[in-house]
């Protein structure tokens, strides 16, 4: 059962534009950190920032390979998570250019 500090902690991290649009990154595929700070054109302090935002409310998990960091989708916990994440626009087509222009990062 969740309590009132945990629900809050979801509809804060849901509540930034940057979050949702990382939910939506993670919808295609597990990400790597350098990996969002190229789609997401930000520096790498900001994007930790929302990942542990993101992290604190338990909407993403990571694991760890070494000096690297991947997130993908947790959200196990609410029962509307699946919802939320259908309202969000596809993204797919940002990681495919990624991938084209060669600024995928091969982090294994």
């Avoid at 950190?33 to 998990?61: D, F, G, W, Y």
């Avoid at 940002?94 to 990062?105: D, M, N, Q």
Wanted: glycine share 2%.
């Amino acid at each position: 059962m969740m309590d009132w500090e945990q629900i809050a902690e979801c509809h804060k991290a849901l509540a930034d534009k940057t979050r949702l649009r990382i939910l939506a990154l993670l919808k295609v595929e597990e990400l790597c950190v350098c990996e969002l700070v190229e789609i997401l054109n930000m520096t790498q302090p900001a994007v930790s920032q929302h990942m542990r935002k993101l992290k604190n409310a338990k909407l993403v998990k990571e694991r760890r390979n070494g000096q690297w960091v991947f997130y993908s989708l947790d959200g196990s916990i609410y029962p509307f998570f699946q919802s939320v994440l259908e309202t969000l626009p596809k993204m797919r087509s940002e990681i495919e250019e990624l991938k084209k222009s060669g600024r995928k990062v091969v982090c294994d």
